[in-house]
C-alpha cells in the first residue's frame, strides 16, 4: 500500500524533526540517525543510495545537516517534502535559540547542561562507528575483501596521514569509475 | 542594505566551506564579526557556546539567529536560505543526474567503490567523537558510555533516540 502524499511528507517532517532535536554536536553528529530514519525505519533508501548521498554530501561545502534534508526530502515527497523537512531540521532549534536566548545565558554554565552534552558525544561516536563498520561491511559484500581493504588503507592515508580534503578522493574515485571499463568482477 | 549584507556573510561560507557546519563556523566569524561587524567576537563568542548548549545543526542555528539580531524575522530567513539553498541545489543536481543513470554499470561501480571511502569518513568522524569525550568526560565516563550504548543499541536494538535520551539523563547526574 503505497502511503498519500501528504502522509509521506508528515513523515519526512518527523523524522527531521527528531534528528535536528536529537543531534547534539552539530550536523554531523546526526548522521547515523538520519541513516536510521530513512533506511531502517522508512525503508525510502538501501544503504547504497544513503552511501551515495553521504558521499556527494561530503564532497560539496556548506553544512551536511540541510544538504541530506534538503535532498532526501526532494527524493521522496518533491518539493513540498524538501520544504517540510528543511523546516523540521532548522526551524525549532532556530526558534529555541532566539526565544531561550536571555534564558540561555544563564543555562549554558549549568553543570546540569554541560554534563549532558558531555555525555552525549561517547553515544554519537558508537553510532557513528557502527554505521561505518555497516558500510565497510557491505562493501566487502561488493568488493571483495581485497579491494574493500585497499581502498580503506588508501582512504585512512588520505584523510588521516595526508590530511587531504574527502573532495579529492571521491573525485577521483568517481571519475575513475565513470571513464574506465568496468571489469565483469567488480560490477 | 543589511540584508544584503546577511546574505554574503551567510552565502560565502556555505560555498566555501567544507566539512560539516562546525566546520565553516570560523568562516562564519570572519563575515559576521569582522568584514560586516553585526557583533563582536565577544558576543559572536558567546553565541556560539549558546548554539552548542542546544541540539540540531550549528550553522542554521547561527544562521537563524544573527540574521533575527540584526533584521528580525526577515533577516532570520534570508540568512538561512544564504545558508542552505546554494549547496542544496548542488546535491539535488549533481544526485538527480546520478538517478538518471543508476542501472549503468558504470555508476553501480562507482556507487561500490565509494562505499570504502565512506566507511572510513564516518569511522574518522566516530574517532574525533570519542577524542572529544575523552577530554571533556574522561576516559572512565566515555568507557562506560561506550559500553553501555553499544550494549543498547546493537545488542538490545534500543532506538538511539531512547539511548541518547538516557545518556542526556546519565550526563545530568553523573557529569555535572
Known sequence: MTKSKWAVNKDLFISFLRTGLLGYGGGPSTIPLVHKEVVHQYKWMDDQEFGNVLALGNSLPGPIMTKMAGYIGYRIGGFSGMIGALIAAVLPTVLLMVALISFLVSFRDSSIVQGMTQAIAPVVGVLLFMLAFNFFRNSIKGLGLPIAISLSVVSIIVYVVLNWHPVLLIGALIIYALTTKPKKKEA | ?176
Not at chain 2, 64 to 82: D, Q, R
Open chain 2, 1 to 176: 542594505m543589511d540584508l544584503w549584507y546577511l546574505f554574503l556573510a551567510f552565502f560565502i561560507p556555505g560555498i566555501v566551506g567544507y566539512g560539516g557546519g562546525p566546520a565553516i563556523i570560523p568562516l562564519i566569524e570572519i563575515e559576521v564579526v569582522q568584514r560586516y561587524e553585526f557583533m563582536t567576537r565577544q558576543e559572536f563568542g558567546e553565541v556560539l557556546a549558546m548554539g552548542n548548549a542546544l541540539p540540531g545543526p550549528i550553522a542554521t542555528k547561527m544562521a537563524g539567529y544573527i540574521g533575527f539580531e540584526v533584521a528580525g524575522v526577515l533577516g532570520s530567513l534570508v540568512a538561512l536560505a544564504a545558508t542552505v539553498i546554494p549547496t542544496l541545489v548542488a546535491m539535488i543536481l549533481l544526485l538527480n543526474l546520478l538517478n538518471k543513470f543508476k542501472d549503468s554499470p558504470k555508476v553501480k561501480r562507482m556507487t561500490a567503490l565509494i562505499r570504502p571511502t565512506i566507511a572510513v569518513l564516518l569511522a574518522v568522524l566516530a574517532y574525533q567523537f570519542f577524542e572529544t569525550s575523552y577530554f571533556d568526560a574522561g576516559i572512565v565516563h566515555t568507557i562506560i558510555l561506550v559500553v553501555l550504548s553499544f550494549v543498547f543499541l546493537e545488542r538490545l536494538n534500543i532506538h538511539p533516540a531512547l539511548v541518547i535520551v538516557g545518556a542526556l539523563a546519565y550526563g545530568a547526574i553523573f557529569l555535572s
